[in-house]
């Protein structure tokens, strides 16, 4: 089990963010503590194409900047799962960048008009001080993190363990 978690669950949700090359930053969950994702999950209704992920940060305001990146490229429609290990500080988000599939279905999946999300257009990892639409949205992007010692728990879940 993760020690943390930043970004919504990558599942099968109701509509997809468009048919064109965009960069999506999950608005929802951000990082409780520094770490590194170990892992991400996305959902794409086709096969999407020079994808990158990234841990994401708040200039000011609507403008993110990247804290680290890993390009994966071609992922498959559907559930996909990639190991990576990129840098997250509190209160950093997760995105991801890409471009549809050749069917035009859409890049990520998306439940509106639930949650919160930054969306440009167009692929923007890495990025510095850009600034992001918000939109009311769930994007199906996920990280599973593990806090600096590396050891899979929390300060929280330790102290339990020992009893303090």
């Not at 669950?9 to 170990?38: C, L």
């Not at 200039?59 to 990129?86: C, H, K, M, Q």
Request: with cysteine; aromatic share 10%; net charge negative.
């Amino acid at each position: 089990m993760p020690a943390f978690q930043v970004g919504s669950p990558a599942i099968n949700r109701a509509a997809t963010q468009g048919d064109y090359s965009a960069t999506i930053v999950d608005h929802n969950v951000s990082s409780p503590q520094k770490g590194r994702v170990k892992k991400v999950q996305l959902w794409t209704p086709a096969a999407a194409n020079d994808v990158s992920v990234a841990t994401i940060y708040i200039v000011s305001g609507n403008n993110l900047s990247t804290r680290d990146y890993l390009f994966l490229g071609s992922i498959p429609a559907g559930y996909s799962e990639w190991d990576v290990d990129l840098e997250i500080e509190v209160g950093d988000w997760i995105g991801v960048a890409g471009n549809p599939g050749g069917d035009h279905t859409g890049f990520i999946d998306i439940d509106a008009p639930l949650g919160n999300a930054w969306l440009h257009s167009g692929r923007h990892i890495p990025c510095t001080n850009l600034y992001f639409d918000e939109y009311s949205w769930t994007p199906s992007i996920h990280g599973d993190c593990q806090s600096p010692g590396g050891g899979g728990f929390s300060v929280a879940a330790r102290a339990a363990v020992i009893g303090v």
